[in-house]
């Protein structure tokens, strides 16, 4: 993704049938309402969109071909599948409680074991996450996993999280793992595989260096601790913990550690450079030399100073080996690979390079001197060692023309993971805050050839969804995305060929369309320079923007009337607006508290609502007043998601509230008027329809929620008499609550929207 939020909140799975999913019937109210079925079995995929978030690293097996892993920083791990050149996902059993174990700070192969993979998860280390973090072991490479709770958090989506790797499996006694923590708390030791652990009380830096030590949030003020490990096979022998392994440390003056006697005293590495942080240390025993990549940031974001450095293990010999003068220098480095079968082989990436372009730096010879993936050759125009060929994924260029030295599209930022592939030393992949490339001949830069970079993500599916829109007709569905706006999605089962242009939101924060006439849509979000708001009247295919009113500084919530005649603002910075002409003009919607969430009737285009604080509200003159209702006990705390039945004027049904307060769902059938909880629903976040069940007059109901002590996504095809859970608990995809939609057009169709993991959608595939 590009460079995400610290609040942002990342399948293509196999058809997965599930056995025994849940029914649950809310008390009768006499009525012989059409029940929900008890059984159904569902297959469960992605939208295809792939990519679409930072990948702050991959890992290979260095004795097994083709074993690789990728982690994300808010959406799980996924294990590489060479036959169809795909990803995995590892962790979507992690449930709505645990939703921060979706971020992975670290992941480890074990090369003893190849079965063996273990994941140290946790996405803030602040109180933005509640839980503590873990380490998840698996020994059937990541199908199913044990878990070990941490007593501190991790931070997978932290300042720092493309450093690393923070945890090492030993690769000579493979029951001895190492794992770096923020937050002051040290370097941690397991001697169970995974099972236990301890701190290393012996180490004695748990590192110092914050982003920002002002932030009152926590976020940037964290502590980045220990960032990796690295072990130096030739000291020692199969079965015995390796005697000699380094610790890089989050402190500019005291970077990197050693132990000569299987961890139990350390010594700061005599002659070590100063001043800048080691992002990487990767060694080659072969040649004795470990090599260091160097930021005066910790990043992803920040780094505008940076060195490569060797040091000699035999000899002590420390030597700055980096491939541009501090003066012609403007980023840090990170992204440190060697190639196993050609040791002198290293590469570098300028991770921070934001402008024009990423760098990625190679050498032959050990670093004696290096050649960059791309150079000047008459300023502005650049000569490329490589050719891009992003068909597999074209929105990847963004849209973009720009004027050189920039390119579309581009060789990557936060590019903090670069591996070559340690059985071929053609093949390397990186990770970008979008995407993972990788190339396939990548000898042919030492030849004088071009070696081509393509996206190796499919599979991967990262980004973060804040809303869901599913017309009657014209695309099946639309989505509003962090980072990289959303998509027209004209075939679910492909990847669309561009997100929203004209403009391009960096998030799209809300979107929604006339319900009688879905060509006309209009989406709100993010834009440094604004405008914040667009309209289409071809169905999202393209797009035009809207004026604002004054003080706008965020998208917040969007409104279209059912006929499209009308919409109603409710953006971040300023109080609700209206407008008949598109967002050519506004006019302030008297009544209804800024801030405050908005929909739209579906039936009667006069008729727009809103909630905010507990108070629910009406408007019957196209939103230009709001009237308070009556209607109470409502949630007053906690996020609000409430949506009005396509066809049906006045019903509306609300999804909200917050743990140990008011949470549920409730119904109303007079315009908000007066509302009924739904009975035997405990909590719920979301709310959506679809088509109707066969023999059923109610639209199918959708939900992310907890019925009967249960937490998972549920279907009702009675009006919320009975519900049936429709995933189970190898699929819930951490946190679920942003958005839910069934389709108008399918029954049993639903698109979940996820934090990380992408869209995910089910079909049902019962027999009959």
């Not at 958090?153 to 790797?165: A, C, I, S, T």
Request: hydrophobic residues 35%.
């Amino acid at each position: 993704m590009s460079a995400r939020t610290a609040r942002a909140g990342k399948l293509l799975g196999a058809l997965c049938l599930i056995p025994g999913l849940l029914l649950v019937a809310a008390p009768s109210s006499g009525a012989d309402d059409a029940r929900e079925k008890t059984r159904a079995a569902y297959t469960w995929k992605n939208v295809r969109i792939d990519g679409g978030g930072f990948v702050p690293g991959i890992v290979f097996n260095r004795t097994e071909k083709n074993l690789a892993y990728a982690r994300t920083d808010i959406g799980g791990a996924y294990r590489w599948q060479e036959k169809s050149r795909s990803w995995t996902p590892l962790l979507d059993s992690v449930g709505w409680d645990d939703w921060g174990h979706t971020g992975v700070v670290s992941i480890a192969s074990d090369t003893v074991e190849p079965d063996k993979v273990y994941a140290a998860v946790g996405t803030y280390t602040n109180d933005w996450d509640p839980q503590k973090g873990a380490v998840l072991r698996s020994a059937d490479r990541g199908r199913t996993w044990k878990k070990t709770g941490l007593p501190f958090k991790l931070g997978g989506n932290m300042p720092g999280r493309g450093m690393g790797e923070r945890l090492a499996v030993d690769p000579h006694d493979n029951r001895v793992l190492y794992l770096g923590a923020p937050s002051g708390h040290g370097l941690w030791r397991s001697a169970d595989s995974g099972a236990t652990w301890s701190q290393v009380t012996a180490f004695p830096n748990p590192g110092n260096y914050r982003q920002d030590p002002s932030d009152s949030t926590g976020y940037a003020s964290d502590n980045q601790g220990i960032a990796w490990v690295t072990f130096d096979e030739s000291t020692g022998a199969s079965g015995s913990p390796t005697k000699t392994l380094y610790v890089g440390v989050a402190d500019k003056e005291n970077a990197v550690y050693r132990s000569t006697d299987a961890g139990a005293t350390w010594s700061r590495v005599a002659g070590q450079p100063t001043g800048y942080l080691a992002h990487k240390g990767v060694l080659d025993a072969e040649n004795g030399y470990l090599y260091l990549a160097y930021s005066d940031k910790g990043g992803p974001y920040d780094g505008g100073k940076g060195q490569v450095w060797r040091y000699a293990t035999r000899t002590g010999e420390w030597k700055n080996i980096s491939p541009a003068t501090d003066a012609d220098t403007y980023y840090g480095y990170s992204g440190l690979s060697v190639d196993r079968q050609h040791p002198g082989t290293v590469m570098v990436t300028a991770y921070s390079s934001w402008w024009p372009d990423t760098q990625i730096f190679r050498s032959t010879d050990s670093g004696a001197s290096w050649t960059g993936a791309w150079s000047y050759s008459a300023y502005p125009e650049r000569a490329d060692r490589y050719t891009m060929d992003v068909s597999s994924v074209p929105w990847l260029s963004w849209g973009a023309n720009p004027a050189p030295p920039e390119q579309a599209p581009k060789l990557g930022w936060m590019t903090e993971a670069l591996e070559i592939d340690p059985f071929d030393s053609d093949r390397m992949m990186y990770g970008t805050g979008a995407t993972v490339y990788g190339t396939r001949n990548l000898r042919q830069w030492d030849s004088g050839g071009k070696f081509t970079v393509t996206p190796m993500v499919k599979g991967l599916e990262e980004t973060a969804v804040n809303d869901l829109a599913a017309p009657a007709s014209g695309a099946p569905l639309l989505s509003a995305l962090g980072d990289i706006g959303g998509f027209r999605h004209t075939d679910i089962t492909k990847v669309p060929p561009l997100m929203y242009t004209g403009p391009n939101f960096t998030t799209t924060t809300s979107i929604d369309h006339a319900e009688s006439r879905p060509d006309t849509v209009v989406r709100v979000g993010q834009l440094d320079s604004g405008p914040r708001i667009a309209f289409s009247g071809d169905n999202g295919a393209t797009w035009s923007p809207g004026k604002e009113p004054p003080g706008v500084s965020g998208g917040g919530t969007v409104a279209a009337s059912a006929d499209g005649s009308r919409f109603v603002w409710s953006p971040d910075g300023a109080g609700v607006h209206t407008s008949g002409d598109r967002g050519a003009s506004w006019t302030a919607s008297a009544g209804l508290p800024q801030g405050a969430v908005v929909e739209s009737d579906r039936a009667d285009p006069q008729t727009f609502y809103g909630f905010k604080s507990g108070t629910f509200y009406a408007s019957t003159d196209g939103g230009a007043t709001f009237t308070a209702k009556a209607s109470a006990g409502l949630p007053a705390e906690g996020p609000v998601h409430f949506k009005a039945v396509p066809g049906q004027a006045g019903e509306i049904w609300l999804a909200g509230g917050k743990a140990g307060g008011t949470y549920g769902l409730w119904r109303s059938t007079d315009s908000g008027a007066s509302f009924t909880r739904v009975r035997g629903v405990e909590e719920a976040d979301t709310i959506g329809f679809g088509k109707a069940a066969p023999g059923s007059d109610h639209q199918t109901l959708y939900t992310s929620a907890k019925i009967d002590g249960v937490r998972g996504i549920f279907r009702s095809t009675d009006a919320g008499e009975s519900w049936l859970r429709i995933n189970d608990d190898s699929r819930q995809w951490g946190w679920t609550g942003a958005a839910i939609t069934g389709d108008p057009r399918i029954f049993g169709r639903v698109y979940v929207a996820t934090n990380g993991r992408g869209i995910v959608y089910g079909d049902d595939n019962s027999p009959g």
